[in-house]
């Protein structure tokens, strides 16, 4: 689904206006994670009802590797409209259409 714009706007603004997207959530992948994604940075999901519906939709893309890499012990955070899901619900955070999930793992230095 796209913005419309009515015949009172700039082709500039009705050109950006359309290239939104309105319904659709955005995930956005930081570091270690785009091995698992094969470079893939965003992946625009259907409505899920929560967090571990969407990582199952990721896995199905994605592969099981990608599920394990999410759901392993301290190797990423997961935030969602740029709040941390341990204050949200972890994986039981609700979501809905228009949210934004950003996955970012940790990183660490010897």
Known sequence: MTKTCHSECSEESHTLEQSVKVGIMIVTFYGNALKYTNNEKTYEADSVSNLLS????????????FKDFL??????????????????????????????VDILPFVSAG
């Open 54 to 65: 969407l990582i199952d939709v990721l896995s199905e893309h994605y592969g099981k590797a």
């Open 71 to 100: 759901l392993g012990d301290e190797t990423c955070l997961i935030l969602k409209n740029g709040k941390a899901i341990q204050s949200t619900g972890g994986l039981d955070t609700v979501l809905k259409h228009s949210d934004e």
